[in-house]
Structures are given as structure tokens and as C-alpha cells.
């Protein structure tokens, strides 16, 4: 019954890559804005990356830039993260969000902007 549910995480080594999903359901998903967010211990949460109701643009922390992908399918209701040459620091949960602000960067880096999300999903990444 959750709107948002993510999937797709687990344990990987150095290196290797993952592809996580995020199902929507019960809403209006391209009306949405996506982001995906992750969260370490003793950490907040931090942005990852966010996609635009159309997919027209798309945004990345620096720390994630050149090794994910953020895609959605709106015919799907689906929103996905690439997640390629990971490293031990992506170690988190990681939470997808819908947003049905404002579609610019600065709102979209920001947690409290997302008024829907998921459970979220573990990724460890191993040395």
C-alpha cells in the first residue's frame, strides 16, 4: 500500500553496480518531480539525484556525477537510479520522493520539498 516503493539495493563490492527502482502507486506520478536521496548512520539525508516531471532535465550531487543515471518511465510509473563504479562512501539507504513543487534545482536538492516517500533500501558497498 506504500506510494512509493523502493527496490534493487543490496551488497556489492568496490566497483561493481546496481540498478535501484522506485514503483509508484495511488498517485499521480507525472505530475511528480522524482528525486532520489540516500541516508547514512549519524548522517542526514543527503541528495543524490532528481529528474523532472518530463525527463527533460536532470540533476546530480558532485559526488555521484559521471557514475549514475537517473531515468523515469512515466507509461511505467517507474523512476530507476544507475548506479555504476560504486564505492564504499555510497554506503546508505537510499529513498526515492515525489515533489510537485517547484522543478528547479533548488528545490529539488531539498528533503523537506518532497511531500511523498519510500521505505527506502539498503546499498552496501563493500572494499
Known amino acids: 500500500q506504500e506510494q512509493l516503493e523502493e527496490s534493487g539495493g543490496g551488497l556489492v563490492q568496490a566497483g561493481g553496480s546496481l540498478r535501484l527502482s522506485c514503483a509508484a502507486s495511488g498517485l499521480i506520478f507525472s505530475s511528480l518531480a522524482m528525486g532520489w536521496f540516500r541516508q547514512a548512520p549519524g548522517k542526514e539525508r543527503e541528495f543524490v539525484s532528481a529528474?523532472?516531471?518530463?525527463?527533460?532535465?536532470?540533476y546530480y550531487a558532485d559526488s555521484v556525477k559521471g557514475r549514475f543515471t537517473i531515468s523515469r518511465d512515466n507509461a511505467k510509473e517507474m523512476v530507476y537510479l544507475q548506479m555504476n563504479n560504486l564505492i564504499p562512501e555510497d554506503t546508505a539507504v537510499y529513498y526515492c520522493?515525489?515533489?510537485?513543487?517547484?522543478?528547479?534545482?533548488?528545490?529539488?536538492?531539498?528533503?523537506?520539498?518532497?511531500?511523498?516517500w519510500g521505505r527506502g533500501t539498503q546499498v552496501t558497498v563493500s572494499s
Open positions: 529528474i523532472r516531471r518530463i525527463g527533460d532535465v536532470t
Open positions: 520522493g515525489g515533489s510537485s513543487l517547484l522543478e528547479t534545482y533548488l528545490y529539488l536538492k531539498d528533503a523537506a520539498r518532497y511531500a511523498h
